[in-house]
């Protein structure tokens, strides 16, 4: 075969740095945004923190403007629908702005330093600190630390004696009798429960510390020394049989058992609190729903003026560079702004089609797919489900995350469809209504649920009622 050359014209998708970056941004939720941003300050000296958002900026009236003509270009697959490529996400604000007020100047010393939380001591120094002000002498003072150094998060002691006295150099001279006697007080130290060795011990540790006139506390102790098994089994005919109460003394003393703290050293644990920042807020504007941007979520970014216009006034090769960042300071800015154009327009979607959530709760949930908010906004799947995730919009009802709002249904039998959160809300709301003598099962909630015209399985309702950690009906009944 002779080789011969041949000239072919073809289109290739390419995504550009913009548009990486707009893909990018669209998919972080708002604190991982911010935190973007913030990184890019620092790099970029073209990028300045706006003090005043000027004219012409993007803000929360251009943002609305979004749900009139703003489209994503987002996946490759959408690339063809516009030969301008990323540099055409809306409209181009005069100055370079972004409006908002999240990222503030920290020229106010408030500002830049902020009050921070006193740290929580830990278990283990809370009781050796409980240790140094005992009236025990030096040699109980280590065996009962060395117990503490034992204990696990939830304050139990869950090596055997025994073996931690095997363990123990024989230089030490510390026996079983020892470890029993600190152990002993080491559960008198501080609040009932700390160094118990199993759940019933602990329980009964924390009866015992009661009042001697709490009513059924003999009982209650009994219960949990020996028949725990029973309580959690809810097999309360046996337990009046072994025990000799009638159904009063037993719904007193199982009172006192579920009002106890199974973890007495879960409080002493270093928590972490989740901070969610919502990106909409939703409000009810002459009897109708509307998402608007969150102002304090939108950074407030500009282009350096003074930069700019010394870049303007050379002409020499050093500036090459900061004709660069000037171009990136610009991509980053349009790409915020499509950011938060998309966010609202997807925002204003959910909002419509699930009206009837915001006036009556979760049982007013309409299935809702992506495709379906995908097709109305022509935008790309893929690009919705950026939209959605990990980011949050302020209700009336509280604060949701889109994917919230997404769900699947079931067919009802009048021929439309009832979503799976609506039923979860129905379950809900049928076992808070049951009689506890007399529990609903699963079949019956699925006969109940078919009497309205919702026809799903048991196995279905089994399936949400898991989902709802609801017990089940034989642990669900009650005296």
């Not at 830049?112 to 009236?135: C, G, K």
């Not at 150094?149 to 939830?154: I, P, V, W």
Request: hydrophobic share 40%; aromatic share 4%; proline share 4%.
């Amino acid at each position: 075969m002779k080789p011969t050359l041949q000239l072919r014209i073809s289109q290739q998708l390419t995504l550009t740095p913009q548009l990486q970056q707009a893909i990018r941004l669209l998919q972080l939720s708002t604190l991982d945004m911010h935190q973007e941003v913030a990184r890019l300050l620092e790099e970029n000296p073209m990028l300045e923190v706006a003090e005043e958002p000027a004219i012409g900026a993007f803000s929360q009236d251009a943002a609305s403007s979004a749900t009139r003509s703003t489209e994503t270009a987002d996946e490759p697959e959408q690339a063809h629908s516009d030969d301008r490529g990323a540099d055409d996400f809306g409209n181009e604000p005069a100055d370079w702005n972004t409006g908002g007020g999240a990222m503030r100047s920290t020229d106010d010393e408030d500002e830049a330093y902020p009050e921070q939380a006193a740290e929580q001591a830990s278990l283990r120094a809370h009781l050796h600190n409980q240790l140094t002000t005992s009236s025990l002498d030096e040699k109980d003072r280590k065996v009962v630390g060395l117990l503490i150094d034992a204990l696990d998060e939830n304050g139990y002691l869950a090596q055997d004696l025994d073996e931690l006295a095997a363990l123990l150099p024989d230089e030490l001279e510390i026996t079983l009798d020892d470890l029993e006697t600190a152990l002993v007080q080491l559960q008198h130290l501080d609040q009932p429960g700390l160094g118990a060795r199993n759940l019933g011990e602990c329980l009964a540790l924390q009866l015992k510390a009661l009042p001697e006139d709490t009513p059924q506390r003999d009982l209650a102790v009994r219960l949990a020394s020996h028949h725990l098994d029973l309580v959690a089994a809810h097999d309360f005919s046996r337990i009046k049989k072994v025990l000799h109460c009638s159904d009063d003394e037993l719904r007193a003393a199982q009172n006192l058992i579920t009002g106890l703290n199974p973890k007495p050293g879960a409080e002493f644990g270093q928590s972490v609190a989740d901070y969610v920042v919502p990106d909409v807020v939703v409000e009810k504007h002459r009897n109708k729903w509307r998402a608007r941007l969150n102002v304090e979520a939108m950074p407030k970014l500009r282009v350096n003026q003074i930069y700019a216009n010394i870049l303007q006034q050379r002409s020499d090769k050093n500036s090459s560079q900061l004709a660069t960042q000037l171009q990136e300071a610009k991509w980053l800015i349009k790409n915020l702004q499509q950011r938060f154009d998309t966010i609202l327009r997807v925002a204003q979607a959910i909002v419509e089609r699930q009206g009837n959530f915001f006036e009556h709760g979760e049982i007013g949930m309409r299935p809702l797919v992506l495709r379906e908010i995908a097709d109305e906004l022509e935008l790309h799947e893929s690009t919705v489900s950026r939209s959605t995730t990990q980011k949050f919009m302020l209700t009336p009802r509280g604060i949701y995350e889109f994917k919230h709002f997404f769900g699947s249904g079931l067919a009802t039998e009048s021929g439309g469809t009832c979503s799976s959160t609506a039923i979860r809300e129905l379950i809900k709301q049928l076992v808070s209504a049951e009689d506890q003598r007399k529990p609903l099962t699963d079949s019956r909630m699925s006969e109940i649920l078919a009497q309205q015209g919702i026809v799903v399985a048991r196995r279905t309702i089994a399936k949400y009622r898991e989902a709802l950690r609801i017990l089940p009906v034989n642990l669900r009944k009650s005296l």
